[in-house]
């Protein structure tokens, strides 16, 4: 494996790798102290509105190519949290996300996950784990809905099973550290109905919200504007729930949530 190119932007720092097998994956350092790594080469999840799965699942990486993102930056960034959240759904390569995760946690870094959920009795086993945050894309209440905007991550009835299960075993604190995203696109999420019944999920699992505002690919998927976005935010928040927003870093343009590729042509 090679660290293969550096592309930067205003405010993210995007790297091509390349596995031993020729293959390309990415990794983004944002926010100033945070290495967003790959845990697939691809994803077999498929979101549609998501560049990173466009081709579906190739392999899983290895513990040593999950490792080695972060091995040949370390000395250059000051990373102190790694994210994994980049290419590939962490629980459909777990064995090998979870033994690098202890890796992680030798080298004193905080770490933290973006997950579908899915399969659902690795989020029980992920829950458990002295992670620093899991957020999980639920992106709507609908069944239907989320078949279509997740198509292989299995329902989100049982899901909510499961979550509801894994969340009596924890303490309040570590239930702190884990949220719901939910990614808003214009004219398919977005009625002032669906986020309330979203909200109203948070608060029966007494979780917070992660609203993420979406970066456009060309998918046909739009975003919402700035005051759309914010009049999104304002309903939950009226709802009484606690809510994050998508940082700056997260709607760049490089490295953006849903924005980094599988074998990217340079
Ligand atoms: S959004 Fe995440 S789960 Fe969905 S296809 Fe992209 S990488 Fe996979």
């Not at 930067?8 to 967003?36: A, H, M, P, Q």
Request: a positive charge.
């Amino acid at each position: 494996m090679r660290l293969l190119q550096e592309v930067k932007s205003e405010l993210n720092r995007l790297y091509i790798f390349e596995l031993e097998d020729g293959l390309r994956i990415e990794s983004v350092f944002y926010r100033g102290d945070t290495l967003c790594i790959s845990s697939q080469v691809g994803c077999a999840i498929g979101c549609p509105f998501c560049l990173s799965g466009s081709k579906g699942l190739v392999r899983n990486l290895t513990v040593e190519e999950i490792y080695l993102q972060y091995r040949f930056l370390r000395d250059k960034l000051p990373i102190k949290r790694i994210a994994v959240a980049g290419i590939g759904e962490p629980l459909m390569n777990y064995q090998n996300v979870e033994r690098a995760f202890w890796m992680f946690k030798e080298e004193g870094l905080k770490v933290s996950f973006y997950t579908t959920g899915f399969p659902v009795n690795r989020l029980s086993d992920l829950l458990r784990l002295p992670h620093n945050g899991i957020t999980l894309s639920v992106h709507t209440v609908d069944e239907e809905k989320r078949k279509y905007l997740l198509p292989h991550a299995g329902s989100l009835k049982e899901l909510l099973q499961v979550l509801k299960g894994g969340l009596m075993g924890l303490t309040k604190r570590k239930r702190k550290k884990v949220g719901l995203a939910y990614l808003l696109l214009k004219g398919i999420n977005d009625s002032p109905e669906e986020l309330v019944r979203f909200a109203d999920l948070v608060k029966d699992l007494g979780l917070s919200a992660v609203l993420l505002y979406y970066n456009p690919t060309s998918y046909g998927f739009h975003e919402l504007s700035t005051q759309e976005y914010e009049r999104a935010f304002l309903i939950l928040r009226s709802c009484g729930i606690k809510v994050t927003l998508s940082t700056r870093y997260r709607k760049d343009r490089l490295g953006g949530c849903g924005t980094l590729v599988v074998n990217r042509s340079l």
